[in-house]
């Protein structure tokens, strides 16, 4: 069980904006603020979309933001495409070990 | 970008070594992490070595059973798992961290332990 608690799917229909959540479900977890997002497409390699919680590497879309409050971060995607259709995992740390979520798997209707 | 190499199949309890090589961008200036996925599950992070090998991390299930190394002059990382168990088929990648993420991914290499 991940001390990084995800939705395990969440679904939408092109156009249209979703949340997925990450909450820190542990007391083992250091600097919050450290999250990071991952997509991974089907076969695929995970590919960073949000590092500290709230930036965007260069390249990935303005459709991806990040938010923290508390012990939750979120991954907002806005107008939605046929290709956001994938897994994703939030990413932190506790101590010297690296914590992933379960993964969330976006389904765009 | 970084390639693995080194999975296959092998019976339990027996030892194999991955490998990833880097490409395109400065090495050594890289911390660098496995992180493995069973096939349909989640990730899972396996280890993680900074950019001169002066501090080594390991997931508990790991138990003493994998070392983690990197040769900056060949641009390599390795993975030496020994003791392996079915538990542990699952595609393996290597990654680089920029600081606190996780930037460049290789495409993973498949290990199978089974009889």
């Known amino acids: 069980q991940s001390p990084l608690t995800q939705p395990a799917s969440v679904s939408g229909s092109p156009g249209q904006s979703i949340t997925i959540s990450c909450t820190a479900t542990?007391?083992?977890?250091?600097?919050?603020?450290?999250v990071s997002w991952y997509q991974q497409h089907p076969g695929k390699a995970p590919k960073v979309i949000i590092y500290?919680?709230?930036k965007r590497p260069s390249g990935i879309s303005s459709r991806f933001s990040g938010s923290k409050s508390g012990n939750t971060a979120t991954l907002a995607i806005s107008g939605l495409q046929t290709e956001d259709e994938a897994d994703y995992y939030c990413?932190?740390?506790?101590?010297?070990?690296?914590?992933f979520g379960g993964g969330t798997k976006l389904t765009v209707l | 970008q970084l390639v693995e190499s080194g999975g296959g199949l092998v019976p339990p309890g027996r030892s194999l070594r991955l490998s990833c090589v880097g490409t395109?961008?400065?090495?050594?200036?890289?911390?660098m992490l496995w992180v493995r996925q069973v096939p349909g599950k989640g990730l899972e992070w396996v280890s993680a070595?900074?950019?001169?090998?002066?501090?080594?991390t390991y997931a508990d299930f790991v138990s003493g059973r994998f070392a983690i190394s990197r040769d900056n002059t060949k641009n390599s990382l390795f993975l030496e798992m020994a003791s392996l168990k079915p538990e542990d088929t699952a595609f393996y990648y290597c990654?680089?961290?920029?600081?606190?993420?996780?930037?460049?991914w290789g495409r993973g290499t498949l290990v199978t332990v089974s009889s």
């Open positions: 990654a680089s961290s920029a600081s606190d993420y996780f930037d460049l």
């Open positions: 395109g961008f400065n090495f050594d200036d890289y911390d």
């Open positions: 070595i900074t950019w001169n090998s002066g501090r080594i």
């Open positions: 542990s007391s083992d977890i250091g600097d919050y603020s450290l």
């Open positions: 500290e919680a709230n």
């Open positions: 990413c932190s740390f506790g101590g010297t070990k690296v914590l």
